[in-house]
Structure formats: C-alpha cells, structure tokens
C-alpha cells in the first residue's frame, strides 16, 4: 500500500500510560457524564430525578488529554477555573447497544481525571441554551492519571473518591453514590455510539467543586485506582 503523503505532520497519537506496561492506552474519544452524583447535582442547582430523568454526556477532543503530574496555564477565557475529580472508565472493547451485565468484558482499566473546567463560560451556555464546548472541551482540560487494568478490580462500584487544593480538602464520597453506575453508562451510551477500545468515560463529579487560581496543586485520589495532580501555573 501506497504510504499517503502530508502537507503537514499530523496530529499525534493521545495516549496514557498503563500501569504495568511499556505499551501506551491510545486514547480515542473523551465522554464525560453530567451530573452523576446527587449533591453536586443540587450544588449546580440541577436536582436529578432518576426515575424521570436520562443521564446526559458532553465530549472533550483527546487533544485535551493532558498527563498526571503536569503544570499548565491558568487557560485564557475564564475567571472561575475549576476542578472536577472523577472515576475515568477506559473501554477495551468494542461496545454497540450492550446490556449493563455486560460492562465487565468492555472494561479495560480505570484512572483518576480532573474534568476542568472554564465554569463561567459553562454557566452562560447552560443559561442560554447553547453547547457547553467553551466551559468544557478546552485545551489541557481533561487531566489523567495512568491506567489501571482492571483485572481483579472487575466493574468498580464504590471506593472513596477524594480532592485535596494545596493539601485541603474539597471533594470527598463514594464511588456507590454515582447517580447512573458503570454498567447503566456503558448501556446508555453505547445506544448513542459505537464505543471503541481507546475511548474515555468521565463518569461525573461529586459535589465540592470550586476554583483555583495560580500556583494551587489539586491532588486527587480514589481507593484502589490511585492518584491524579495538576499544578495550576501562571496565565499564558
Ligand atoms: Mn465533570
């Protein structure tokens, strides 16, 4: 076969490191779920009813994807950055129109993300109406620890979920508090997309999200899955 020819170099290969593994997790798409614990979902001012209601997603471009451990930019656009700390699915296999007794078999591994957030411009989206792309599918926005292979951990449904700011803590519940679970996810979404090995599910935030400002570290943690950190640096 013929190798194409470029006019530039294209885009690069987003990826996360596995525990374990010299081989990198390529990522494919980043979901993430709204709403997903219940007294965040009041602090947004956005009670969910599950019985009436359906979980809802938004996307981030995996350029986003930024690794554990980093420093970036207070990103421009925003006065009211935030963290989001949440439970990160990655799918290992394909996945179109599946039963929730299904999830375990899709899962290759978990990690711990910081959905971040320009939540002024979310704000004013949600308000009048229109995508919540500007608040949310920004760049060096969907933070990422390394990847868990699942293995015995099997379809995860509680373990403490926790974020500290310079040390303090902010955010602190149980995975068994997520309003929709991993299973019920997995069967929701994969009645939208044909989900692939390499895509990303944030599964949602509990409540305690707030801003940060230069120079903060947030630090987050779940039982099991480990550790994710950010460093907030100065405006570009
Ligand atoms: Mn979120």
């Keep these: 076969m013929k190798t194409p020819s470029y006019l530039w170099n294209p885009p690069p290969v987003y990826s996360l490191a596995v525990r374990g593994l010299t081989a990198r997790y390529p990522v494919h798409r980043i979901f993430c779920v709204g709403r997903n614990y219940h007294a965040h979902a009041v602090e947004m001012g956005a009670p969910v009813d599950k019985s009436k209601a359906q979980p809802f997603y938004f996307t981030k471009s995996a350029s986003s994807l930024v690794e554990s451990g980093a420093t970036v930019p207070y990103p421009t656009g925003t006065s009211n950055y935030h963290y989001e700390m949440e439970l990160v699915v990655a799918i290992g296999a394909p996945a179109f129109r599946v039963k929730a007794a299904e999830a375990a078999s899709l899962i290759y591994g978990y990690a711990a993300g910081l959905d971040m957030t320009r939540r002024d411009l979310q704000l004013v989206a949600r308000e009048q109406g229109r995508p919540w792309d500007l608040g949310k599918d920004f ?33 602190s519940a149980d995975l068994s508090q997520l309003i929709w679970s991993i299973p019920e996810l997995l069967a929701d979404l994969s009645k939208f997309y044909h989900l692939l090995p390499g895509d990303l599910i944030y599964t949602g935030t509990p409540e305690g999200v707030g801003a940060v400002k230069s120079g903060d570290l947030i630090s987050g943690n779940i039982d099991r899955v480990g550790e994710v950190s950010l460093a907030i640096g100065q405006p570009e």
């Design 139 to 171: 760049e060096l926005s969907a933070v990422c620890s390394e990847i868990v292979p699942a293995g015995s951990l099997g379809v995860l449904d509680h373990g403490a979920i926790k974020l500290a700011v310079n040390g303090k803590e902010r955010q």
